[in-house]
């Protein structure tokens, strides 16, 4: 039994850094004391998140997460009569993916936004969606993909479908995975939505956020909470946590020390890959310092070893590592790999190493070693 772990699965979650303490346990709604200190404690977060996000806090709402977050604005179409279609992104997580399909069975017309042999979603890839589908007026394009790493230019998409589309079109962006790792500019980005989660960037699972630029009339019906946007008793210590998690990880400088600081250790990693002959990076002409990739996400497949058994291989010497996004993980099928057209063996065969603020160069040549000795037994 091995007593140091590795941990490779931060695009999962990450090692929690704040966990909330002292925080006011009041409810927010309520008028005595305790109630208003635990709402003032919420606002102060609100303000603190909108001040790092650079948006109107009036526009933030806490969630319980980035799953609810998506389903919250897709599922709000339900309500709506005008059925124009929806598209989103072949490569957005299963809480944008799974709505989609609840959607269609509801009668509403689906479309999806293709994505390139890379992982990107393109101006071409955006533009044919609406060629297709001329009157939609909704697309979801997330930020960064949170199984292969590949990040797309959000203004440059943007831009091209407001210039392309007749009426006016809500876009909507997971940015779980960009938060904290590449820079963020939601109102520079010219988008309508967008989720985050806090168990993504070190703070507590059951918070995140949805920004909305305009109001919306939303499926949920409860206590009024988060006007009316997530109706429930507020996660207050959550909110506080992530505040402090977006101060940190969001601050321009340590956003680009550890930006730096984990492509020199991805780099390392990558040229390291590539000296096996039975490693396929995916997609294979990712390089090792390559912008149009997270660093901190990366997706690689050992030729003849089902990526299950080397993740539990990889588990027993002491390193976590995953099989894809955590949230499919019992499932066979990988709609991600398949849109961007990789071979049937090799997304069997995928496995996701993700690092975070806590990774060390160490870590990563453990791995390498570690990687080395099991690929010699199996
Ligand atoms: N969106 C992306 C891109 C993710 O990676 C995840 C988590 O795996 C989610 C959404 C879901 O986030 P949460 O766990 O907060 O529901």
């Not at 998140?49 to 339900?78: D, H, K, Q, Y």
């Not at 506080?240 to 492509?263: D, G, H, R, S």
Request: glycine residues 6%; neutral net charge.
């Amino acid at each position: 039994m091995v007593s140091h772990r590795y941990y490779f699965d931060w695009a999962a979650t990450a090692i929690p850094v704040y966990t909330p303490v002292d925080t006011p346990w009041g409810n927010p709604s309520s008028l005595h004391s305790e109630g208003r200190a635990a709402h003032t404690a919420l606002e102060d977060a609100r303000r603190r998140c909108a001040a790092v996000l650079n948006v109107p806090s009036e526009r933030l709402f806490f969630t319980s997460g980035a799953t609810e977050s998506n389903n919250i604005v897709l599922s709000s179409f339900l309500l709506r009569q005008q059925n124009t279609p929806l598209l989103y992104s072949a490569i957005e997580h299963s809480s944008i993916r799974e709505t989609a399909a609840l959607l269609k069975v509801y009668g509403k017309q689906m479309g999806i936004i293709g994505v390139e042999q890379d992982g990107r979603i393109s101006r071409t890839t955006v533009i044919r969606a609406f060629e297709k589908y001329q009157r939609s007026r909704f697309a979801a394009i997330m930020a960064v993909n949170n199984e292969v790493g590949s990040i797309m230019d959000m203004a440059d998409l943007v831009r091209a479908i407001r210039e392309y589309a007749a009426v006016p079109v809500h876009i909507h962006s997971d940015i779980v995975q960009a938060v904290g790792k590449i820079p963020v500019a939601l109102s520079e980005w010219d988008i309508d939505s967008a989720v985050l989660s806090a168990h993504k960037i070190g703070g507590p699972r059951g918070i995140g956020l949805l920004y909305l630029r305009k109001p919306l009339e939303v499926l949920f019906r409860g206590g009024g909470q988060e006007q009316h946007i997530r109706p429930g008793t507020e996660n207050v210590a959550g909110a506080v946590a992530l505040a402090a998690c977006l101060e940190q990880y969001v601050y321009p400088e340590t956003l680009k020390n550890n930006y730096e600081q984990a492509v020199s250790r991805n780099a390392y990693l990558i040229s390291f890959l590539k000296t096996i002959p039975r490693c396929s990076l995916i997609p294979a002409d990712r390089q090792a310092i390559d912008p149009r990739f997270s660093p901190y996400i990366l997706h690689v497949a050992f030729e003849g070893i089902p990526g299950e058994v080397l993740v539990r291989a990889l588990d027993d010497a002491g390193f976590a590592v995953s099989t894809g996004s955590a949230c499919s993980v019992t499932r066979q099928e990988r709609p991600v790999l398949a849109a961007m057209g990789i071979n049937n063996h090799l997304t069997v065969e995928g496995i996701r190493i993700s690092q975070g603020w806590l990774t060390t160069k160490e870590d990563i040549e453990a791995l390498c070693t570690a990687l080395q000795k099991l690929l010699y037994f199996l």
